[in-house]
């Protein structure tokens, strides 16, 4: 599967029954939360941290919505145990500005409108920056594969697209 991928099971030693304490890095802060073993990463970041850009789609692990980077990689956080994801590096959509500074990315999929009703832009941004991160220079199919884990009811996909190939640009240029 291109795009985001699947969070896998792991072994989580069995904490529980009841909330049990889970350390995190979000957005580069250092978190804990007490939470039950079977919440999703995508419940903590929105009900428990109150990051509600990342949002909740098909709650199936299909249409990308709720798209964050784990040390760098694209998941399906509707999908992924918190638990699983202790000590792990975490980043949202809300991370990405700096210091009241737009992400290249955010910036370009404004400028080329790279949205319509904006439900499925966080995962869209976030898998355009772990393509990013890893190709500066992507040709256009390689951000058409790198992306086909985000759904837009919308059919916004060819400013997407451009948006991407822009943001690309801009960040091959220095920011």
């Avoid at 990463?41 to 850009?53: A, E, F, H, Q």
């Avoid at 798209?67 to 959509?93: H, M, N, Q």
């Avoid at 390689?142 to 943001?167: D, F, H, S, W």
């Amino acid at each position: 599967m291109a795009g985001a991928k699947k969070a896998g099971r792991k072994n989580h030693g069995w904490r529980g029954p009841g909330k049990t304490p889970v350390r995190l890095t979000v957005n580069g802060r250092e978190q804990e939360v007490m939470i039950e073993p079977r919440r999703t990463l995508l419940d903590l970041l929105r009900k428990d941290l109150g990051l509600r850009g990342t949002k909740k789609g098909c709650d199936e692990g299909t249409c990308g919505a709720c798209t964050v980077l784990v040390e760098g990689r694209p998941i399906y956080s509707c999908l992924a145990l918190a638990i699983d994801y202790e000590g792990k590096s975490i980043e949202t959509i809300e991370g990405l500005e700096s210091d009241g500074q737009l992400h290249p990315i955010q910036q370009a999929f404004i400028e080329e409108d790279g949205f319509q009703c904006g439900f499925c832009t966080p995962g869209q941004v976030l898998s355009a920056k772990a393509l990013l991160d890893k190709n500066p220079s992507p040709r256009p199919e390689e951000v058409q594969e790198a992306m086909a884990g985000n759904l837009c009811r919308c059919g916004a996909y060819p400013k997407i697209l451009k948006a991407t190939l822009r943001a690309a640009e801009r960040i091959r240029q220095g920011g």
